[in-house]
């Protein structure tokens, strides 16, 4: 099996994020999210914007640090050309030997300071399974994306491409392994993919 280059790329943080966090472990960061949230509507409502935006950037961070990682979105497209700039793939048909690419908006990532520049690192592994489970293929060595900004950007997108090994026609599961290096976090995409007979 062939796996083509991978890419990472982002643009800056265009708005707040509203997910729910559960479990004991993130309920006291909820809290954290949701006081440091209230704070920056106070703010707001006083006139007091920079104060606010301030407030509001820490309740996002408590939570982005609180989150697992997670994905907003993840699919096979045609082309990637930055963050929600995709041509989505149709569907998930692909012949023997076909090159597909993947489109994945991570979320919970960290970044890792150097020297004043904000570097996010994630590893990836992909496996092509059977409807049992069972392992056909999958990549020699994980893959390691990165990407460095003056900035914690949050609005990033992988787009992972490869090529399919010859398998018979039918369908499999395709499960990409990200792995955020920095907080260690782990989560995979599952994909199914169909393989046409020829």
Do not use: C
Request: hydrophobic letters at 45%; zero cysteines.
């Amino acid at each position: 099996m062939t796996f083509g280059a991978s890419r990472l790329s982002g643009m800056a943080m265009a708005g707040a994020i509203a997910l729910a966090l559960l479990g004991a472990p993130v309920a006291a960061a909820a809290g954290e999210v949701a006081d440091k949230a209230s704070d920056a509507e106070r703010l707001l409502g006083e006139g007091k914007v920079d104060e606010a935006i301030k407030e509001l950037d820490a309740s996002i961070e408590a939570f982005w640090k609180a989150a697992p990682l997670t994905f907003r979105k993840a699919l096979f497209v045609d082309e990637a050309t930055g963050f929600g700039e995709f041509k989505p793939r149709p569907d998930a048909v692909f012949a023997p030997g076909a090159e597909l690419r993947i489109y994945a908006e991570p979320v919970g990532f960290g970044w890792k300071d150097e020297n004043g520049a904000e570097t996010i690192t994630f590893r990836t592994a992909i496996e092509i399974r059977n409807a049992k489970g069972l392992i056909l293929a999958k990549s020699s060595a994980p893959a390691v994306l990165e990407k460095t900004s003056r900035s914690k950007s949050r609005d990033f997108h992988i787009t992972v491409t490869f090529t399919l090994p010859d398998l018979k026609p039918g369908d499999y599961q395709l499960v990409l392994t990200v792995t955020d290096a920095t907080t260690g976090k782990s989560a995979p995409i599952e994909l199914p993919i169909t393989i046409a007979g020829g």
